[in-house]
Structure formats: C-alpha cells, structure tokens
C-alpha cells in the first residue's frame, strides 16, 4: 500500500513554505542556526562562516522570506532612504526636481521616497515628521507655500528634530522661513529672474507692463513681485506704474483673469505686455488674448516663469525664465550628503547653510515692441 508523503519539513522538523507570514525565526529552524546568526548575515556587517552564510541565504529563498526593511532602517543595517516631498507629481517643476532627488539618490547607493501633499500644509508637515520617524537619512521639501507663525513654528521643531537625530531637512526651490532655522537652502534666485524677463520687455519698448498672478505672502510668488517691482524702478518708472492683477496660478486661472480684465476694457487695454506668475497662467492668458482678436506679440507681448516644456509649443513660443529644477534636485542630494560626510555619526549642523542657482531668460517669439495705439 503506498504511503503519502510527509508535508516538507514534517520528517526533518524543518518548516517548509506556508502561507502566513514567514518570521526570522522560520529561517533559523529552517537553515539549522541561531535566530542570531541569520540576523548577522542578513544584516551583512557581522563575520559568518561561509557554510552558514550558505544555510541562510537558501532557507530565505526556499521560505521566500522578505526582510522588513522598516525595522532593518531603525536598526541602522538597512539601505539608507532619503525623502522628496512635493506638491504635485504632474507639475513639470516638481517631477523635474523629483527626478534630479531620485537620480542622484540612486548613484549614491540609496532609496528615494517620493511623497505629495496636494498644497495641505498640514499634510506637508505630518509627512515631514513622518519621513522623521521612517529615519530618512534627509527630507527633501520642495517648492513654495505661504507661511504663517504656527506653521513656521512647527516646521522649525521638525528641522531641530531631524538635525538631533542626524538627518536633515532640507528646503528646496524656497528661501528658510526663519534665519535661525537649521536647514539647508537650495534654492534659485527667483526674484534675479523674473527682474531680467521684465527688463527684457523694458529693452523692448514697453512701459505698462502687467504682472499677472499674485499669491499675497506666498514664497515663491513674492520674490517675483519684488524682481518686477525692482526692474521698472530701475528702468526710472514712478511706483504708479506698476500694474498688478488677479489672485492665483495655473492656465486656468491665467485664462479666466485675462478674460475679465479684457472685457472690463472693452478689449483694448492699456497696458502693452503681460508677465504672468508661471508659465501654465501664460498660457490661458495668450488663449484668452486670442479669443478676442489679439495677436502676440504684434497686440501684446506675454512672458512667464519656469520654462515648463508647453512653454515651446505654444503659438508663439513663450519667452519665460528657466528654473535648474533637475539641478536643484541633484544638488540637494549632493549637499545634504556632503554636511553628512563631514561630520559622520553624529548630529548634523544646527546651523542654517544656503546654496543658490541661477536662472537664465529663454528668448523665444511671444515679444515684440510695443504697437503705437488701437486701429
């Protein structure tokens, strides 16, 4: 009579896959060691005979056993993970930085978390101190928000937080909201751009020019403003000069603005070039621009911020400000590290350090001088 044979690991006293949860423990009574030494091998920083490194590594494939990587992080033996945190992950902007994290991360041995708060601020810190209690060797916070003394505050704690334990926060694409706060900076020199674009359409000719998009208190809007504010004061225009518009960004907005100011001015208005916030407001502006009979730049000349890839396929191309978005992102892996480098296993720095990129003006079709009055 045939017997059936025993389940595997019935006659050994060796378990063989289940279907629950397999344990270090499984391993061990499995490859006929200490629960300790599979720990060593698996860790890979202790010494281990080669016969029992062998045992371990073929009960964790026969058991098809996976190593908790969150315990592994808080033990200090697994791979060391850095933290993006962005806005969005289909803006241009932010998925360029992302990349130039990721990138960067990844030659460096280490594991990128890319993680979005949709523009919640209280989101944005709660992943902040999450990434903190993951043990993130740094967070990568990246882009602007506007900031008020609770949210500095919190965002402070969390800096002083990370720095103790050895990591650190590190502000990308947006100036420290407090001096004293121990961050690094990267970041790029917004208001420099946006003062170059608008000299670009002083050169032209122009003398009304329109800033479109405005976010009152907001990090990255703001230094904007201030570059317009600075270029046409230098260019020895009056304060009464400046002509600013509309609360918001995004093509949507840019279009819907532009719809009611033109309608307000009967479709002729005064002002003889647009400098929209962002790239994406360019671009709703000029299709309302079109909507009512204006050609640019032979009515209007139009300019934005950011160089986002739409930005050459307009009608006409848009001249805009290129932000090193891919370089901010390397960067902010290079210089976290490096601070790591130069004090090894130890607190980081508490002190604020600051690193700036330049940005450059990208000369396409969409201006042109001034034309002298309606027909």
Request: with cysteine.
């Amino acid at each position: 009579m045939a017997q059936s044979s025993p389940r595997p690991g019935a006659a050994t006293g060796t378990p063989g896959p289940r279907s629950g949860k397999v344990t270090i423990r499984d391993v061990a009574v499995r490859a006929g060691v200490s629960v300790a030494t599979v720990s060593r091998v698996l860790a890979g920083n202790y010494p281990t005979s080669a016969a029992a490194r062998a045992k371990v590594l073929r009960a964790v494939k026969d058991l098809d056993y996976v190593i908790d990587g969150r315990a592994r992080a808080l033990a200090g033996t697994g791979p060391k993970t850095v933290a993006v945190i962005v806005r969005s992950v289909d803006s241009a902007f932010y998925a360029e930085v992302a990349q130039g994290v990721e990138q960067e991360a990844a030659a460096r041995g280490r594991l990128c978390m890319v993680c979005s708060h949709g523009g919640d601020e209280a989101r944005e810190l709660a992943l902040v101190q999450m990434m903190r209690e993951q043990r993130s060797e740094f967070v990568v916070l990246v882009g602007g928000s506007i900031e008020d003394d609770g949210y500095r505050a919190r965002l402070g704690e969390y800096a002083q937080g990370l720095a103790a334990a050895g990591s650190r926060l590190v502000l990308c694409g947006r100036p420290a909201p407090d001096p004293d706060m121990p961050v690094l900076v990267v970041e790029y020199d917004n208001e420099a751009g946006a003062y170059a674009v608008v000299s670009h359409l002083l050169a032209a000719g122009h003398r009304d020019i329109l800033f479109l998009g405005t976010i009152p208190g907001h990090s990255t809007v703001e230094p904007r403003i201030a570059g317009y504010r600075r270029a046409l004061a230098d260019h020895g225009l009056p304060p009464s000069a400046e002509r600013i518009a509309g609360l918001g960004l995004g093509r949507e907005f840019g279009y819907g603005e532009m719809r009611r100011i033109l309608g307000e001015c009967g479709g002729r208005p005064e002002f003889t070039a647009v400098f929209a916030g962002d790239d994406q407001a360019a671009a709703g502006a000029m299709a309302a621009l079109r909507e009512r009979g204006l050609r640019v730049p032979v009515d209007m000349s139009v300019v934005g911020y950011n160089n986002d890839d739409l930005a050459q396929d307009l009608n006409p191309p848009l001249t805009t400000v290129n932000i090193p978005a891919y370089e901010l992102g390397r960067e902010s892996v290079r210089l976290a590290l490096a601070e790591e480098a130069a004090n090894p296993g130890g607190p980081r720095a508490l002190a604020q350090t600051r690193h700036l990129l330049g940005t450059h003006t990208v000369l396409r079709e969409s201006v042109a001088p001034p034309r002298k009055g309606w027909a």
